[in-house]
Nanobody, 114 residues
Framework: QVQLVESGGGLAQAGGSLRLSCAVS????????MGWYRQAPGKQRELVAT????????FLIDSVKGRFTISRDNAKNTVSLQMNSLKPEDTAVYYC???????WGQGTQVTVSS
């Protein structure tokens, strides 16, 4: 019932920026809390940040605070993650999902080189 398509990943140099976008397709007009997750090589998927239907945000990983910004456009059914001052440790596959989770999309690869 819910489809998620992430885009915007790629290769960036340390200190660079990327903007990820998540397109949400659904049959109803529900507005759920949304989150961005990431999974680094050899690690479990972790929740990076959340945004409520009303726009309240929370970051779950201290190291991204001040560097990443999560936002949403409910009219367009999109959720974005602006990533600035990228570090090699940000390298991961990034996923978006609603809360509670729906089926996972393919994610988008972010690779940050030193």
């Amino acid at each position: 019932q819910v489809q998620l398509v992430e885009s915007g990943g790629g290769l960036a140099q340390a200190g660079g920026s990327l903007r990820l976008s998540c397109a949400v397709s659904k049959r109803d007009n529900s507005i759920n809390d949304m989150g961005w997750y990431r999974q680094a090589p050899g690690k479990q998927r972790e929740l990076v940040a959340t945004i409520s239907g009303g726009g309240s945000t929370k970051f779950l990983i201290d190291s991204v605070k001040g560097r990443f910004t999560i936002s949403r456009d409910n009219a367009k059914n999109t959720v974005s993650l602006q990533m600035n001052s990228l570090k090699p440790e940000d390298t991961a596959v990034y996923y978006c999902n609603r809360l509670p989770n729906a089926k996972w999309g393919q994610g988008t690869q972010v690779t940050v080189s030193s």
